[in-house]
């Protein structure tokens, strides 16, 4: 077993469900699916009773965890990345493709973060962790939380939609200057909104779309299968393309532009983005 982690609760107004309070506090589990994990198996216990997912937490408990150790912990993954934005309490950084946020494999942005990001200075400074997700052959811009509140705050955003994030792809085939697309994904409503910003002819595609894209919920792979189900995919999708339109080679042409939301802690209201990507630029020569 590794070392037990503990934490003292500090007074909290009201009192807040263990499983939501403990995101980001432990090394060995800083994901909420990893602090259920690790619930479900009886390895947190609070005041040395073990604790579940129905524990509440209500302000002065001492909360401990200890897990099998993870042999991949001890190797050091050396991968740069790109800050677009840091201060104290979070950090926007680009996410290349090929690459997971987060899971299982060694190589990931998440286990390239703590050397990439300067430690955030405040009491409760945690090991940055990505607060939202990118597919594994998507570009763009990311949001982590570098400090236990702000995972906490981050999430509480996402989950109220309080983030707009805004995506552009480019799509194969005819379309409709702007447009909304509605479904079920996983059993469970989805939305994105789009709007044809550009349109080049292409000798092998018909016609080239560069969309802007806001999703208006954030279902896994809902940009991908939305614009596939209304017959456009997008360029260079493998798995939700037209099989004789498949562009092998150059990746997946959806890239995540911008977030917009107030920062939690400084009110102040945010504005991060992360510019095209140069192969995004060939096709469509007037985006900079």
């Known amino acids: 077993m590794t070392p037990t982690e503990s934490h003292i609760v500090p007074q909290l107004q009201t009192p807040i469900r263990l499983q939501e309070y403990g995101v980001g506090i432990f090394h ?14 009886q390895y947190v216990t609070v005041n040395g009773v073990i604790a579940t997912s129905a524990t509440f937490i209500n302000g002065g408990e001492c909360i401990s965890i200890s897990v099998l150790k993870d042999v991949s912990q001890m190797k050091k993954l050396i991968f740069h990345l790109d800050v677009l934005f840091e201060d104290e309490y979070l950090a926007a950084i680009h996410k290349p493709a090929g690459i997971l946020v987060s899971g299982n494999n060694f190589k990931t942005i998440a286990n390239a973060l703590f050397q990439n990001l300067k430690r955030s200075n405040l009491p409760d400074a945690t090991i940055p962790k990505p607060v939202h997700r990118l597919d594994f052959a998507t570009t763009g811009i990311l949001l982590v939380g570098k400090t236990e509140s702000s995972i906490r705050a981050l999430n509480k955003l996402f989950e109220n939609r309080e983030i ?9 085939g005819d379309m409709e200057v702007n ?3 509605t479904s079920e ?11 044809v910003c550009e349109s080049v002819a292409s000798p092998r595609f018909g016609k ?21 189900h209304i017959g456009n995919p997008i360029l260079g999708d493998k798995d939700y393309g037209i099989d004789n339109l498949i562009l092998n080679g150059k990746g997946l042409y959806l890239h995540a532009y911008s977030l917009k939301f107030i920062h939690p802690f400084t009110n102040e209201e945010t504005y991060l983005i992360d510019p095209f990507p140069t192969r995004f630029k060939k096709i469509f020569t007037q985006i900079k």
């Open 179 to 181: 447009g909304k697309i």
């Open 208 to 228: 080239l779309n560069l969309l802007k894209l806001e999703p208006e919920t954030g279902r896994r792979h809902q940009l991908r299968k939305h614009l596939s």
């Open 28 to 41: 060995a589990a800083l994901t909420k699916s990893a602090l259920k994990k690790a619930l479900k198996k």
């Open 164 to 172: 707009k994030k805004t995506y552009y792809a480019i799509s194969i």
């Open 185 to 195: 994904i996983d059993g469970k409503e989805s939305q994105s909104n789009y709007t």
